[in-house]
Structure formats: structure tokens, C-alpha cells
């Protein structure tokens, strides 16, 4: 569906998009913690895939109000059927039986659980409702009641098992016997429901328009349900009250009561909102319609033809090569379909001085563009240099050892052409080494969004890009080293300032090998924290802060949190600077002063810790405010050491380890500093605190006598760690 959005294929393809459960709906309703990226960038495809679908057919109003609710867009496109059809869902008519063939009604002596034995399938409080019913004077008629639990699986919940879960609350019940019956596939199921004397039960606290209730309301089973999500769409208003219950155990208990003492075991059935019938005549009428329509746009030669664009405004290949491989480039350029380009190749020469360019047609008589010789230099600045040089009204950026794909500028130009994008990226496919024992190819695909989950990976693309001149040269080009960090804040300065991206599904890029250079590191996210500075990181998060200055420290938090969740626990994590207030439990304050640097407040200490544990340590930082005579802000390095009688131990970073240099930080703003501390020595530690500047040399703390240069966080007793079982 994107490439058909991007005029790619499918042009004349009529697609219609079935939907059931949507991800995020699914881990709503199972109370599903969002512990990994993977949900964010499928619920975006999901919500897209509605975008782009002709028609959306749903089992109930009740999905197409959350998706709704939820920003999904379902409107209809001027001059085309309605693009969205409520279909509820279609069961043979030779299950759905007349209510005059059906068994006449009896007393029920059996509870049928119809269902997954889970807490989101109303499981437990079915359970509690049972508890409570036990004790209940039932009516003559019901001596006993028997529950069978009818499902495929008995799995686990929090850890222990169904079967015990049930048997432990059995033991206390007097008239209620209970059993499990895996055997039943759906027709031998609905033939047991079927029996006299029987009811089916689906407590569930979160649904759409289950199939269970449809297929009782069609074989005449009765039943009750929990009227949560679309379940009310397929009954009958009338049977409401009978029928239905709010998902709780005393609401469920009050049906209960009402079928086993007060109407001694008797429960009316209930009946279908719409003729099965009807609405499979319904189905067959829409499917119609749709065929009718694309016929028409047969005859009205309204076809679409694959979008596609030979020639167009002048592209520059903006790419770094060597004076061995550019024979080989443009050999490969050469086979581009998209004929409309130029070169602006740069070569690192290590022994030249000095910058020189040459017109391509020098060695290539018949291509047009430069190579431009450059002293040794960064890989962002060479790209920008060819950048200023071209003449295109857009570029596209390539490093060494990569291939441009034949078709690549010619899709590229397409997807740009259709829908008006302002930068477009790839998937790209990595090639194993020559050296490589087994030859494979890696296909890594990007979503291109959402924002949201930009925070926490790349999910944008690769520097292998194209981009119209204007907006990069809005956006500042890149930065200097090129490193795969610097990529992904690219893009979130691009996606934050409003530039409109699109990815192409088909990759374009074929790149050398897995085991690359930095600066052609495909992705990055927050999992590979430790092997990068919070400065870098703090590129990535800035665009965000500077349109939504508010959800900066949640940003950052949130950052810390996804790359703590698997990293071990000795891993120190660090919080970045951020403007506002923040929270201090656990603190106390210190008001101690260095230069531009106010070390506010900082973790209580415990009175003793066990040796060769890690201790954390909390230091909250404030820049202050200099005047205008002050001298430039120096940058410095803090150091929490523990000096034991024995032996000292230390941990030496930046305030703020690399978010970006201190004397770069913003009057007023706020730094959580949090680093773990090794205790080196059984015996009396004392945990300090000292400064020291670029020289190396350490900084006296500001108004304390004698020019004092450390400060006491405190001390406390380490202890020697005694493991379990040994005296």
C-alpha cells in the first residue's frame, strides 16, 4: 500500500483493508507494558495502511470509533463508494438456526466457559462471581451446578497454572463442581452448547465483535456476555437486560443470582441485531459495487499508469569515492534509467594541502559535474563541500562501497514526483564480505515514522538520501564525523522542522558489507547507548525539545529507561540536561559551588553497603547565571571517588558525560547526574566530590575557606558480602 501511496504499483488495484484487532488494541486490552519499540512502528503501519486502503471493512462500529479516537483516518474520498463498510461478521446459514427449530428452553445445571482461560477473557471474575454464588441459597430446582471450562489451552497466569488456580478455589465450594474439556473443535463445541440445560459464559473485559457471541446468538444457545466493545451491536436491544452485565464480579454475580435463585435456573435466549441472511446478501451486494466501479473506470480510460520519470529537474550524486574506485562508480551511474543527474564526487587525497576541483568531463567526456580533491576531511564536511558545488535541485548522498541500485533514481524521483516529499529514503540491502565463509544478503527495512518513535531508534534511513537543495541547506547539512548518531539527528531536525519524508519499500542502496565504517552505520538506537556519548544523544533529542521544550526531560527519561531495561545493573545510567524542575526524593541539598556549576542537592547515603557492590550516587546540577565580564565558561569534569582506609576507587566523568560540553549550558538549566560507585575496602569509606578543569588541575569550591577542593557526600561502613549457604 505505501507503494502504491508513492504511484510505485498497484495503480488500477482496488485494496480493501479487513480489521479486526489492531496491535495497540490488543495491548490495551491485555495490559501489555510497552517494553520495546516494535509496537510504536506497528501501530504506525497499521494506522497508515487504513490511510491508504481504498475501502476499510469492520465487524463493528465500535473499532472504527476507537480508530477514530486514536487519529486514524477514516473519511471517504470524493466520487467513490463509501470507503468504509460495518460488515459484522458471517456465519453459514446452515448454523443459524430458525427460533422455531430450536430446543425449548430448560432450566441450566451447566455453566459452559466458552473461551481463552485469560484475565482479558473476564476469567478471574468469572471465578470471584463463583466464589460468592456458592454461598447463595440456590433455587430448588438448581441442587448443583457444574462449570465446565470449554477451551483448547489450560496455560498459566502471573506464573501458576489454570488447572490450580481453579482447583484452589474449588476446594471451598459446596455446589459447584467444575471439570475442563480441551477436545471441542467450534461444530463439536456449539453441539454440546446445544444440549438442553446448558449456557454459554464470555465474561471477556475487552472485545470487538467476537464470534463466540455471534455464533450463540445464531445457533440459539443461551448465554451471558459482558457488554464491553462491539458485543452490543449484535444483539437485539431487547435482550439487553437479561443478556448482558458490566465487566465486574458483582455485576456478573447479579446475573448469576437472577438465573440460579431467583428464576430458578431459567435464562431466555437471546437474538441476532440483523438477519444473517440479509447480511450475507449485503456482502455479496458491496463486492458488486466495487467490480461495477472499476469497470466504470475501465470504460472512462480513468486507468492510472505506473508513475514513472526518466527525465526531470537535474539530480546531484553527492558521494565520496577513491581515485581506484571512481572508474567503477560511474560505470555503475551509468546505468541508472533516470538519465538527468550529476556528479559532485569528492576524493580524500591524505597527502594533499590544499582543495582542487576538475570538470568529469575530463575523464568522462560524457557526463557532467566535478571531482574535487580534499586534504584529509571529515566525512559530513566532504559531503557538504559537494553539496555546495552542485547545481541539482535535489541530491542524493553516497559513501564508498556502496551500490546505487539501476532503478534507484528513477523511483526516487517518482516517489518525490507523487507525493511531494521533501527527502526520501531507502531501505538498503547489506552484503556480506568477500572473505565471508557463506554469501547472504540482509534486507533492513525503515518505517519512516512515527516522530514519536524516532526518540528511541532511527527508523528514518541511512545517509544514503535524497534531498531537495533547499532543505538541506534549511537544515544545515551534516555534521562533521558522519557517525550514525549524527544521521539519525538528521532526520528528527528534518522530521521536527516539518520536512515531509518518505521511504521507499523497494531498497535502493546496496551496501558493502555489516562489519562498516562508522560513518555508514545503517541504524542506531537507544540500545547502543553504551557505546556512544550523551552528547551524541542529546543531538538526537534536541529537535524534539525545541518544538516540544515540555516532554524534554520525559524524552530523556524515557531514553534512559529503554536502555536500561537490558543492560546490567552495574551500567551507570545518566539523565540529560533539561530545562524546568526535577523531582528530588531520596535527596538532600548540598549548595556547593564550582565556577558555573551549583551542585544543588545529592543522594542521602545508607549507613553501611556491602564491598564490591555498586553504590549509586546522585548529583543534581544547576548552570548558573555568569555576568557578561565573565571569562568563557570552561568545561568540566566532576569526580565521586571512595577513599577507604585501604584502597580508593573513582568515577571520573563530565557533569553530564557528554550531553553536550558544560560550558554550553543554559542558565538555569537542570542536570541529574547518576553514576555507580564500586566500594573497594571493608572499613570506613568516605564518598567525595571534586572538580577539575581542562588542565587537569582540581577547581576550589567557590566561598570556602582555605580554598577548599573537596566536598564530603558523607561516609558509611563497608561491609564484606557474605553469600547465601556460606558461614
Known sequence: MLARSQGL??????????????????????????????????????????????????????????????????????????????????????????????????????????????????????????????TMHLSSSTKIITVTFATKY???????????????????WTRIVYSFN???????????????????????????????VLECLCAGVPFLASNVGGIPELLDPSDYSHALFDPTTPALLSKLKEIFVDNAGYLPRSHLSFDMASNMAQWGTWHKALAHYQTSLHRSSSLKPKQS??????????????????????????????????????????????????EISSMFP?????????????????????ADHS??????????????????????????????????????????????????????????????????ENCFGTMHVFVEAQTFRRLGGWRAQLHALDVWAFYTRAISSGVKLEVSVDPLFKLAHPFLPQPQSIAVSVDDRPQTTYEDLSLVLQPYASSHPHLYHALAVSQNIAAGMNAPSKFPRRVFGVPGPVVRRGLVPAGVRWHHMLLESVSSL?????????????????????????????????????????????????????????????????????RWLALPAVGQCAIQVTV?????????????????????LGTLEATQLIQPGIR
Open 391 to 456: 547545481e541539482g535541485y535535489a541530491y542524493v548522498f553516497m559513501h564508498a562501497n556502496t551500490t546505487l541500485l539501476p532503478s534507484a533514481l528513477e523511483t526516487l524521483m517518482t516517489i518525490h514526483d507523487h507525493t511531494k516529499a521533501d527527502m526520501v529514503s531507502s531501505s538498503v540491502i547489506v552484503e556480506t564480505p568477500a572473505w565471508a565463509e557463506r554469501q547472504h544478503y540482509e534486507l533492513h527495512v525503515f518505517t519512516g515514522g512515527p516522530a514519536e518513535l524516532g526518540v528511541l
Open 366 to 386: 560524457d557526463h557532467r559535474g566535478q571531482v574535487h580533491y580534499l586534504p584529509p576531511t571529515p566525512p559530513g564536511t566532504a559531503l557538504n563541500y559537494a
Open 9 to 134: 504499483a498497484f495503480m488500477n488495484t482496488i485494496i480493501v483493508l479487513g480489521t479486526h484487532g489492531p496491535v495497540a488494541w490488543a495491548n490495551m486490552g491485555d495490559h501489555r507494558p510497552v517494553a520495546t519499540p516494535e509496537p510504536i512502528a506497528v501501530f504506525h503501519m497499521e494506522r497508515m495502511s487504513l490511510k491508504y486502503a481504498d475501502y476499510v471493512v469492520s465487524p463493528s462500529h465500535y473499532l472504527l470509533h476507537w480508530m477514530a479516537h486514536y487519529g486514524w483516518e477514516v473519511s471517504s474520498p470524493a466520487g467513490r463508494p463509501q470507503k468504509v463498510l460495518v460488515q459484522p461478521n458471517i456465519v453459514a446459514l446452515d448454523r443459524c438456526k430458525p427460533s422455531h427449530h430450536r430446543v425449548p428452553d430448560s432450566p441450566i445445571h451447566e455453566i459452559v466457559y466458552f473461551g481463552r482461560l485469560q484475565v482479558r477473557k473476564g476469567f478471574l471474575i468469572f471465578l470471584d462471581a463463583l466464589d460468592l454464588l456458592d
Open 606 to 674: 545508607p549507613a553501611n553497603a556491602p564491598m564490591d557492590e555498586h553504590l549509586l550516587v546522585t548529583l543534581v546540577w544547576v548552570s548558573r547565571s555568569m555576568t557578561i565580564s565573565s571569562p568563557a565558561l570552561p568545561d568540566l569534569t566532576v569526580n565521586v571517588t571512595a577513599s577507604c582506609k585501604k584502597q580508593s576507587t573513582s568515577s571520573v566523568f563530565p557533569p553530564v558525560y557528554g550531553t553536550r560540553p558544560s560550558s554550553t549550558w543554559v542558565p538555569g538549566e537542570v542536570v541529574v547526574d547518576e
Open 182 to 212: 480441551t477436545r471441542l473443535g467450534v461444530a463439536e463445541a456449539f453441539s454440546y452448547l446445544s444440549q438442553p440445560g446448558r449456557m454459554a459464559m464470555m465474561p471477556s473485559l475487552f472485545e470487538n465483535s467476537p464470534y463466540t
Open 692 to 712: 577539575i578543569d581542562q588542565n587537569k588541575e582540581v577547581v576550589p569550591i567557590e566561598d570556602s575557606p582555605s580554598q577548599q577542593h573537596i566536598y564530603q
Open 154 to 172: 489450560v496455560g498459566y497466569i502471573d506464573g501458576e497454572r489454570v488447572s490450580d488456580i481453579v482447583a484452589m478455589r474449588a476446594r471451598r
Open 309 to 358: 520519470l526518466l527525465r526531470g529537474p537535474l539530480v546531484s550524486l553527492c558521494a565520496i569515492t577513491t581515485q581506484e574506485g571512481i572508474h567503477s562508480f560511474v560505470s555503475e551511474v551509468d546505468q541508472q534509467t533516470y538519465r538527468d543527474f550529476e556528479f559532485q564526487l569528492v576524493i580524500i587525497a591524505p597527502n594533499a594541502t590544499k582543495t582542487h576541483s576538475v
